[in-house]
């Protein structure tokens, strides 16, 4: 006796014909009831949908390493951005399908419009769409979707119907809270798909035209395997598309159909996915709201209210919230409670969050939302076996995170690199080679420990996107270092500007790509020697400086870089003091941070230089010296606009090439009752602001903060409007601590010649001269922090070295 029969006999009533399960995607009810279906009917062969050319990736779902959630991927061969995703998840009925035929040793069929037509369309679609935007009249042809009807969501309607304002519920109600109740494991497909064929009498397609060819392609597939197995077949699709499938329709209709459709050549793979990818916030068209909790729902085998409230606790005990076990027992109660009030046959996940949130948030909404998160949504990443069918980049890719030990992980985490460590830096060259690819699985952040060019931090999120990333950049070649290589050779060609030529050699040294790095800098060397914009110097230069720095760190050779930058930066001096006169405001407030990043850019050039010629003194009266010249000029002409002078005068303050009583002396000139109030201003901000702190100059400079306060008072009226905004950001910027103390000298009062300053030097705190002694204490723990002995030089000597540093670490 069959088993078919078998189940005829035990009392199942099974409907004449293919059974035609319709089901909602990513519903846990469904892939139940899907379930209790293929038991009680044994077909010969199950037929899914999906694009048919995934039949031959079936036989991987057995595999031990096949972890849902999966996705099929679909790419069109010559152009990878083309591509399309068919998620499954383990509550999702296909899967469920697919598995039960795997166990069974039945035949597992995809009857979907092949991927090769699908792809192709939507090049079509996109040309259609612009075409209508443009006026040119609605397309012809009955996949036309733009300018169609607005397209209705099934469940909504049927929700509305039966009296609910939100589908999820209903859903919950009448699917997934039904159990094992049923007697009759085909009556819920029956009933659902009479449901399906009064809305399509209503809606027609419901907007979605394209499904008419879908359905045809089907129809024709499930006559086939009819006659291949004697009607002995079961269908697991969408519910939406039973009464089509029901629809008595010609061989030769359908065929007309297909006709003509175009067609590229694709290919397919399995790809891990994510529980959040499943989720509608992604843009999924199938998507749910609640992935984590539909998982949830599916894998409980009893009592899923309790395990899920158990979920809960301990989530939130991992984040130090206080919840014990008597606040599980209470929101499980207050569920069914709430439950029982709505007229629900169960807790939903309404009832259930609230539940959570009166109980275990206390009313809260902030730890409600690290539940749905984590929870509700999840970072589930799914896992495909290595056999899987992939690019060689892929497979490369695989590798090196094999060999590494990165694993890619759904959640987004913080991983800090020690440099000096081989591994680590094997994370850090792959990770920057990914960056240089367009795979941006890892994304450079600020380290919270040593700032120092030997440490790195990444924060890493793996989207399933990304497979599709790696499989565009397979373009450029089968492993990463070369696809890399080619990837950078290409862009340097293409570079608009010389700050994206040098921006290339830094990530090519970062990426260390030895290969690369001499078309890039030829390039960069043709580039530097015909741009003759000041601008586009001084943007290059930091970068170019900054790769040296790297290139010492990760041993890679430098030496025709450092010759680029050299060269560079003479231009930059050269050009800067004609470059800035006769600016507008906006121009000359880009040209500080212009010379702010050339400042910091010399310091790191001249303290390699320091190290390579073993003469501190001569390099500092080479590269240093001439900047320090240039800067001097700045300061002293009066075409420069007030901002650009104020900054070259603090720069050489802070270096020590320009003593107080001179810096005071310039001040004094600018804040003279002869100079502009709005210059004097932009000088003022030039010289104390732009986050150079120069409240803290203020604070511990008697001079200075009188200078500014006397000419602050003499502004005239009319005049104080004007300069309002530019001291109002200036000093936005310093720290509260530091303003304070500021308000607090001033509203000390005029001293005896009528100014601040008279007063600061009685100031507890405060000293006419600098405390040699008190300075001298702090030299044994600065010396520890810099790695030198007590002995090494003076007071001036530790601290120059110490500003070195600290401009140095500025990654």
């Given at each position: 006796m069959s088993e078919r029969a078998a189940g005829s006999e035990a009392g199942v009533r099974r409907p004449p014909g293919p059974l035609l399960l319709g089901v909602r995607h990513h519903g846990p009810g469904s892939a139940r009831a899907v379930r209790a279906a293929l038991d009680a009917a044994c077909p010969r062969v199950v037929?899914?949908?999906?694009?048919?050319?995934?039949?031959?990736l079936i036989a991987l779902a057995a595999d031990e390493d096949m972890r849902p959630p999966v996705a099929l991927l679909a790419h069109v061969v010559d152009e990878p951005g083309r591509s399309a995703f068919w998620p499954l998840a383990e509550f999702s009925p296909e899967w469920v399908a697919i598995r039960w035929a795997l166990?069974?040793?039945?035949?597992?069929?995809?009857?979907?419009?092949?991927?090769?037509?699908?792809?192709?369309?939507?090049?079509?679609?996109?040309?259609?769409?612009?075409?209508?935007?443009?006026?040119?009249?609605?397309?012809?042809g009955a996949l036309s979707e733009p300018a169609r009807a607005v397209r209705i969501d099934p469940l909504a309607v049927l929700a509305e119907t039966a009296g609910y304002d939100d589908p999820e519920r209903w859903w919950e109600d009448v699917i997934e809270h039904r159990g094992a109740r049923a007697e009759d494991a085909?009556?819920?497909?029956?009933?659902?798909?009479?449901?399906?064929?009064?809305?399509?009498?209503?809606?027609?397609?419901g907007g979605h035209d394209r499904d008419l060819v879908r359905e045809a392609y089907m129809r024709l597939q499930v006559r086939a395997a009819q006659r291949e197995f004697e009607d002995d077949v079961a269908v697991v699709c969408g519910a939406w598309h039973v009464p089509a499938l029901r629809q008595r329709t010609t061989v030769a209709a359908d065929r007309a159909l297909l006709?003509?459709?175009?067609?590229?050549?694709?290919?397919?793979?399995?790809?891990?996915?994510?529980?959040?990818?499943?989720?509608?916030?992604?843009?999924?068209?199938?998507?749910?709201?609640?992935?984590?909790?539909?998982?949830h729902l599916f894998a409980?085998?009893?009592?899923p209210i309790e395990r899920w409230m158990t979920k809960v606790a301990r989530l939130l005990r991992d984040e130090d919230r206080p919840v014990s076990s008597a606040h599980v027992i209470e929101a499980v109660r207050l569920a069914d409670t709430l439950a029982a009030?709505?007229?629900?046959?169960?807790?939903?996940?309404?009832e259930t969050t609230d539940a959570v949130r009166a109980v275990m948030c206390e009313g809260s909404d902030v730890p409600l939302a690290l539940v749905h998160d984590r929870l509700v949504v999840g970072d589930v990443l799914g896992e495909v076996p290595a056999s899987a069918p992939a690019v060689p980049l892929q497979r490369d890719l695989a590798r090196l995170q094999r060999r590494l030990r990165l694993k890619p992980e759904a959640q987004e985490r913080e991983l800090e690199l020690d440099l000096r460590k081989e591994t680590d830096g094997g994370r850090s060259r792959l990770l920057h080679r990914l960056r240089l690819l367009g795979v941006g699985w890892g994304e450079p952040a600020a380290s919270r420990g040593s700032t120092g060019t030997f440490r790195e931090t990444w924060r890493l999120h793996w989207e399933p996107e990304l497979a599709v990333r790696v499989a565009e950049a397979g373009v450029w070649g089968t492993t990463v270092i070369a696809a890399a290589t080619a990837k950078a050779e290409t862009d340097a060609v293409g570079a608009r500007s010389l700050a994206e030529v040098t921006g290339l050699a830094e990530r090519c040294l970062l990426a260390e790509l030895p290969d690369a790095l001499p078309v890039v800098m030829r390039i960069l060397a043709d580039r530097a020697a015909l741009d003759a914009d000041v601008g586009h110097l001084a943007q290059a230069l930091p970068a170019l400086v900054r790769s040296l720095r790297y290139g010492d760190v990760r041993g890679t050779g430098t030496q025709a870089l450092a010759e680029v930058a050299a060269g560079l930066a003479e231009r930059v001096f050269v050009g800067l003091p004609p470059a800035c006169a006769a600016l507008d405001a906006e121009a000359a407030e880009e040209m500080r941070g212009h010379v702010d990043a050339v400042h910091g850019a010399v310091g790191l050039l001249a303290e390699g230089a320091e190290g390579a010629a073993g003469d501190a003194d001569d390099s500092r009266a080479g590269i240093r010296g001439r900047w320090h010249s240039v800067l001097g000029t700045l300061s002293a002409r009066d075409t420069v606009p007030g901002v650009v002078r104020g900054r070259a005068v603090r720069l050489l303050l802070d270096d020590g090439e320009l003593g107080q009583e001179e810096a005071a002396r310039l001040m004094g000139l600018v804040l003279s009752p002869g100079t502009a109030p709005g210059d004097a201003a932009a000088w003022i901000e030039g010289f104390v602001g732009g986050g150079s702190g120069g409240g803290m100059l203020l604070v511990h400079d008697e001079r200075l903060l009188g200078l500014v306060d006397s000419w602050l008072t003499g502004v005239p009226g009319d005049a104080f409007t004007d300069v309002l905004p530019l001291l109002r950001r200036t000093f936005s910027e310093y720290e509260p601590g530091v303003r304070r103390t500021l308000g607090e000298l001033v509203r000390r009062g005029p001293g005896p010649r009528g100014s601040v300053a008279d007063t600061i030097s009685g100031t507890p705190g405060f000293g006419p001269d600098l405390d040699e002694d008190r300075a001298g204490?702090?030299?044994p723990v600065l010396c520890l922090l810099l790695g030198l002995d007590e002995g090494d030089g003076d007071v001036g000597d530790v601290g120059d070295r110490g500003n070195n540093d600290l401009v140095g670490s500025d990654r």
């Amino acid at each position: 006796m069959s088993e078919r029969a078998a189940g005829s006999e035990a009392g199942v009533r099974r409907p004449p014909g293919p059974l035609l399960l319709g089901v909602r995607h990513h519903g846990p009810g469904s892939a139940r009831a899907v379930r209790a279906a293929l038991d009680a009917a044994c077909p010969r062969v199950v037929l899914l949908e999906g694009p048919p050319e995934a039949d031959a990736l079936i036989a991987l779902a057995a595999d031990e390493d096949m972890r849902p959630p999966v996705a099929l991927l679909a790419h069109v061969v010559d152009e990878p951005g083309r591509s399309a995703f068919w998620p499954l998840a383990e509550f999702s009925p296909e899967w469920v399908a697919i598995r039960w035929a795997l166990e069974h040793g039945v035949p597992a069929r995809f009857i979907d419009l092949p991927a090769t037509h699908t792809l192709a369309r939507e090049d079509k679609d996109e040309e259609e769409k612009e075409d209508v935007a443009e006026g040119e009249g609605e397309p012809d042809g009955a996949l036309s979707e733009p300018a169609r009807a607005v397209r209705i969501d099934p469940l909504a309607v049927l929700a509305e119907t039966a009296g609910y304002d939100d589908p999820e519920r209903w859903w919950e109600d009448v699917i997934e809270h039904r159990g094992a109740r049923a007697e009759d494991a085909f009556a819920p497909f029956e009933v659902l798909g009479e449901a399906m064929e009064a809305l399509r009498e209503v809606y027609g397609t419901g907007g979605h035209d394209r499904d008419l060819v879908r359905e045809a392609y089907m129809r024709l597939q499930v006559r086939a395997a009819q006659r291949e197995f004697e009607d002995d077949v079961a269908v697991v699709c969408g519910a939406w598309h039973v009464p089509a499938l029901r629809q008595r329709t010609t061989v030769a209709a359908d065929r007309a159909l297909l006709k003509g459709l175009p067609k590229v050549k694709a290919d397919m793979t399995w790809v891990p996915w994510t529980h959040r990818r499943l989720s509608r916030v992604s843009g999924y068209g199938a998507g749910i709201d609640s992935p984590g909790w539909y998982g949830h729902l599916f894998a409980a085998a009893d009592r899923p209210i309790e395990r899920w409230m158990t979920k809960v606790a301990r989530l939130l005990r991992d984040e130090d919230r206080p919840v014990s076990s008597a606040h599980v027992i209470e929101a499980v109660r207050l569920a069914d409670t709430l439950a029982a009030m709505r007229g629900r046959p169960l807790p939903g996940l309404t009832e259930t969050t609230d539940a959570v949130r009166a109980v275990m948030c206390e009313g809260s909404d902030v730890p409600l939302a690290l539940v749905h998160d984590r929870l509700v949504v999840g970072d589930v990443l799914g896992e495909v076996p290595a056999s899987a069918p992939a690019v060689p980049l892929q497979r490369d890719l695989a590798r090196l995170q094999r060999r590494l030990r990165l694993k890619p992980e759904a959640q987004e985490r913080e991983l800090e690199l020690d440099l000096r460590k081989e591994t680590d830096g094997g994370r850090s060259r792959l990770l920057h080679r990914l960056r240089l690819l367009g795979v941006g699985w890892g994304e450079p952040a600020a380290s919270r420990g040593s700032t120092g060019t030997f440490r790195e931090t990444w924060r890493l999120h793996w989207e399933p996107e990304l497979a599709v990333r790696v499989a565009e950049a397979g373009v450029w070649g089968t492993t990463v270092i070369a696809a890399a290589t080619a990837k950078a050779e290409t862009d340097a060609v293409g570079a608009r500007s010389l700050a994206e030529v040098t921006g290339l050699a830094e990530r090519c040294l970062l990426a260390e790509l030895p290969d690369a790095l001499p078309v890039v800098m030829r390039i960069l060397a043709d580039r530097a020697a015909l741009d003759a914009d000041v601008g586009h110097l001084a943007q290059a230069l930091p970068a170019l400086v900054r790769s040296l720095r790297y290139g010492d760190v990760r041993g890679t050779g430098t030496q025709a870089l450092a010759e680029v930058a050299a060269g560079l930066a003479e231009r930059v001096f050269v050009g800067l003091p004609p470059a800035c006169a006769a600016l507008d405001a906006e121009a000359a407030e880009e040209m500080r941070g212009h010379v702010d990043a050339v400042h910091g850019a010399v310091g790191l050039l001249a303290e390699g230089a320091e190290g390579a010629a073993g003469d501190a003194d001569d390099s500092r009266a080479g590269i240093r010296g001439r900047w320090h010249s240039v800067l001097g000029t700045l300061s002293a002409r009066d075409t420069v606009p007030g901002v650009v002078r104020g900054r070259a005068v603090r720069l050489l303050l802070d270096d020590g090439e320009l003593g107080q009583e001179e810096a005071a002396r310039l001040m004094g000139l600018v804040l003279s009752p002869g100079t502009a109030p709005g210059d004097a201003a932009a000088w003022i901000e030039g010289f104390v602001g732009g986050g150079s702190g120069g409240g803290m100059l203020l604070v511990h400079d008697e001079r200075l903060l009188g200078l500014v306060d006397s000419w602050l008072t003499g502004v005239p009226g009319d005049a104080f409007t004007d300069v309002l905004p530019l001291l109002r950001r200036t000093f936005s910027e310093y720290e509260p601590g530091v303003r304070r103390t500021l308000g607090e000298l001033v509203r000390r009062g005029p001293g005896p010649r009528g100014s601040v300053a008279d007063t600061i030097s009685g100031t507890p705190g405060f000293g006419p001269d600098l405390d040699e002694d008190r300075a001298g204490a702090v030299l044994p723990v600065l010396c520890l922090l810099l790695g030198l002995d007590e002995g090494d030089g003076d007071v001036g000597d530790v601290g120059d070295r110490g500003n070195n540093d600290l401009v140095g670490s500025d990654r």
